[in-house]
RNA sequence: CGGGGUGUAGCUCAGCCUGGUUAGAGCGCCACGUUUGGGACGUGGAAGUCGUUGGUUCGAAUCCAAUCACCCCGACCA
């Protein structure tokens, strides 16, 4: 057992932030409330980029760049916006250091002050206004990858922090349907996404009007369930109307010569989905990393006492890394600059996944427990034994399932299937994981009774009401979570008021 | 922003109550040696303006005040 992780049993809340810190993903900045991504958690980062990035092309949108600093008065313009986020923005008055009294002070005070984005919304809006002039200029398909800042109190290295790095697309359409299509399209690439690169099962579903989005007519998300029974919003998807058209006058000449307000959506996702992957996957021994976004998808570890045994895994080892990443790729990784004994090698040249051989003077066991920290989905002993019988000990990281791989079955596509079925076999425990922790409640006795006792998800029929959602949170601390679009036609009685509601899903909430 | 807690070496902490030479331990780090198939051991070494500022005092890690940061619980939130 990991002697520096906190067993997710005695303290979750500790055992999240080992796990960060064992695999190294993550370090408090010397602001409050911010963080230093490290290069480990960064590539993970990365990694939901490259996936999603391509996913937005692929359906149409395309990136383009907005500015860090918005107009005070542009917050003003959309009344529920400003609501939501006025009370979390950081605000820039000045615009220098002068020497005073007590060293430097903040001068050149500013005629308008301005805010660090908490979303762009506004400005994007404003800049649309001036791109849309006909009918012919639409849809415009927008996303931006930057950063944001909403002033939180309390904040949770990648779940909650003052700034996090996000993507947000910003899309404006001739029609109401096309928006909603839009909204859900990207919906469903975010549950996709979630599913096939991070094995985080999620529901799709569609946000009460007491969640939803400040300025939205509709919000969807995806809500995943950790492993200590919290939800945990994995993205969200806005169908803006033409609330935001209106506030900043995106109007266009339509087909019929008459102006008309365009129709807006926005969805994105933030470094929080790294959150949501430690928490879904990782267990007492670190970080579980999904294959399709761990920077090192192999560790090989060489045993040896001898130099002369030190020599003959070398060659071997060599073999199998030949046999992975190619001659060229060996001979590059060779040259490499690194700070350590630890080789990488390419195995992917497209995502720069890679395989890394750990030569560092140190034991094995500690070797072992390096890597696994860090999460690397497999891991090659190879020692004289190994070597002897012409192959490698493979060990699975997600389940510790280990077994004898010969040199000879050891190629790209093997190591590529061997991922993907990590992948399946991770997303398949969390499916189940899920489905064991989804449960049905009556009334609200049982409601009250599930979400204190078991936790996860609490399926029952609900008929919106601001109020009553707010007292429930209340005396449950759980909230509706969404509307499940599966479930989105059945009707039942409200397990409150007893009138018709809709299938929803409770829970309590990161 | 409200309540509670904690700040002493990279990390975890002792010392503080009852002020007094040169501030300690374990882990980690560095060197050397013995080791090496799941977290080894020995010897030696480097490393701290005791969170910060101010006050009390002949003298402050220790007492007082303020302030900052972090952790936990609430309100808010991607």
């Known amino acids: 057992m990991a002697k520096n992780i906190k067993p997710r049993a005695e303290d979750y809340a500790q055992w999240y932030l ?31 980029q490259r996936e999603l990035d391509r996913r937005f092309k692929d359906t149409g949108p395309t990136n383009a760049y907005f500015p860090l600093l918005i107009p005070q008065s542009f917050l003003t313009k959309e009344a529920q916006h400003i609501e939501g986020f006025a009370m979390e923005c950081a605000v820039v008055t000045h615009s220098k250091l002068e020497h005073g009294a007590k060293g430097l002070k903040p001068g050149g005070e500013l005629e308008e002050p301005l805010i660090i984005r908490p979303t762009s919304e506004t400005v994007i809006g404003h800049m649309y206004a001036q791109w849309v002039q006909s ?20 904040t949770r290295l990648f779940l909650r922090t003052a700034e996090f790095l996000w993507q947000e697309g910003h899309t404006a359409h001739e029609t109401e349907q096309e928006a909603e299509e839009e909204t859900l399209r990207m919906l469903e690439v975010y549950r996709e996404f979630a599913e096939d690169v991070l094995a985080i099962p999620v529901v799709k579903g569609r946000k009460t009007e007491a969640e939803k989005f400040p300025g939205a007519n509709v919000t969807y998300c995806i809500e995943g369930l950790m492993q200590d029974g919290k939800a945990l919003q994995c993205g969200t998807s806005h169908n803006l109307g033409q609330n935001f058209s209106k506030a900043f006058d995106i109007k266009f000449l339509g087909r019929d010569n008459k102006q008309q307000h365009a129709w807006t959506t926005s969805w994105g996702v933030s470094t929080r989905l790294i959150g949501a992957m430690i928490m879904a996957h990782s267990d007492d021994d670190g970080l579980v990393l999904p294959p399709r976004v761990a920077q090192n998808v192999l560790a090989i570890v060489p045993i040896f006492k001898t130099p002369e045994e030190r020599a003959k ?27 350590d004994d630890v080789a990488a090698y390419f195995f992917d040249k497209f995502t720069h996944q890679r395989v890394v051989v750990d030569w560092r003077d140190a034991r094995p ?22 070597v002897d019988q012409g192959g490698v000990t493979a060990k699975r990281r997600f ?36 489905q064991e922790n989804t449960r049905d409640a009556a009334s609200y006795e049982e409601l009250k009774a ?61």
């Open 313 to 339: 895994v070398a060659a071997f080892v060599e073999k199998v890394v030949r046999s992975l990443c190619g001659d060229a790729e060996f001979q590059a990784g060779q040259k490499r600059a690194k700070a």
């Open 135 to 154: 009918y012919r200029d639409l849809p415009v398909l927008i996303n931006q990858w930057c950063n944001v800042m909403r002033w939180e109190m309390r």
């Open 18 to 48: 080992d796990v960060i810190k064992a695999a190294q993903l993550a370090d408090y900045s010397p602001v409050r409330g911010c963080m230093v991504i490290r290069p480990e958690g960064y590539a993970i980062w990365e990694g939901i």
């Open 399 to 434: 389940d510790r399932q280990k077994g004898f791989v010969e040199l000879a079955k050891i190629s790209p596509s093997y190591l590529r299937l061997e991922l993907d079925a990590v992948h399946r076999d991770m997303f398949a425990a969390a499916t189940k994981r899920r």
């Open 450 to 510: 599930i979400v204190t006792d078991k936790g996860g998800f609490v399926r029952c029929f609900f008929k919106q009401d601001k109020s009553i959602e707010a007292r429930i949170k209340e005396e449950t601390k759980a909230t509706v979570r969404c509307i499940p679009m599966e479930t989105a036609n059945e009707r039942g009685k409200c397990i409150l008021t007893g009138q018709e509601g809709q299938k929803v899903l409770f829970a309590v909430a990161y």
């Open 365 to 386: 066991g500690d070797k072992q427990f390096h890597w696994e920290q860090r999460g690397v989905p497999f891991r090659f002993e190879v020692g004289p034994k190994d």
